[in-house]
């Protein structure tokens, strides 16, 4: 993303899909900030804190115009975690989890952070937890009832115990989980071969406002390319933040 173009790119395929708000993975930009576009988008992103910081992991929110108007404040955890409060109602946090394979270390910093982050918003307050969190959390919801459904894709790995954990404890349905869909509307991430599909990323949602999430699906067709299958889709109904629409998606390594 940190490409010349690349930004203003991004920002057309927002206004082409009228999205409110676009949570990005793997912006690879250091250094945190916000940038005001010619177009009326703000991008709010976090990365890497120290000078000469490599050129990796890295994460961002783009808001529209009528998003932009409503920030209230934002805050940056480093290169996977970025915090931006809209209205006096609404948390938006994006991250970028660690996959899998990582060391433990590292991931439990990053769960950390995050319930650190997620339990100082107001419980009053609408708060959505979104991004590439390379997690699986599995076909079966057996003591996850109330914040996980059945309509997903493989089976839970240890990120996916550790994101429904988190969930759980917090109270955030993981929206993804509860659509009914065709597996072209499911995966987030297929395999270069063809022969894996995987739902790593994920837009969660508090409990009490569950029933203000309309719809969450992969999308496709955006012409960003992406390490994604397409886009994760959050519609909130139209009595609520008018009908607000949430995309997350990662950028290719190459970015």
Not at 18 to 42: D, F, P, Y
Not at 171 to 183: A, E, M, Q, S, W
Request: charged residues 25%; aromatic residues 6%.
């Amino acid at each position: 993303m940190w490409e010349t173009g690349k930004t203003s790119q991004i920002a057309t395929e927002m206004r082409r899909y009228n999205l409110a708000v676009l949570g990005i993975s793997e912006t690879h930009w250091t250094q945190a900030g916000q940038k005001r576009l010619a177009t009326g988008e703000m991008l709010l992103y976090s990365g890497h804190e120290e000078d000469n910081a490599p050129h990796t992991q890295g994460v961002a929110l783009m808001l529209s115009k009528v998003a932009r108007n409503a920030l209230v404040g934002c805050e940056s955890h480093g290169s996977r975690i970025i915090k931006a409060k809209e209205g006096i109602l609404m948390n938006i946090i994006q991250c970028y989890a660690p996959t899998n394979d990582s060391n433990d270390d590292i991931k439990d910093q990053l769960y950390e952070r995050l319930q650190s982050i997620i339990e100082k918003c107001p419980r009053k307050d609408l708060t959505i937890l979104m991004g590439d969190l390379n997690v699986k959390v599995g076909i079966h919801n057996t003591g996850y009832e109330d914040i996980m459904g059945r309509h997903r894709l493989g089976e839970r790995n240890e990120n996916g115990e550790r994101f429904s954990n988190l969930c759980a404890f917090n109270k955030l349905v993981i929206g993804g989980t509860i659509f009914p869909h065709n597996r072209i509307h499911k995966a987030t991430w297929i395999s270069p071969d063809h022969t894996i599909e995987n739902q790593i990323d994920h837009i969660c949602i508090n409990k009490k406002f569950r029933r203000t999430m309309e719809e969450v699906r992969t999308r496709r067709g955006a012409d960003v390319a992406s390490d994604v299958v397409a886009n994760l889709k959050l519609k909130l109904k139209k009595n609520w933040t008018n009908n607000t629409t949430m995309v997350q998606y990662s950028l290719p390594s190459k970015y």
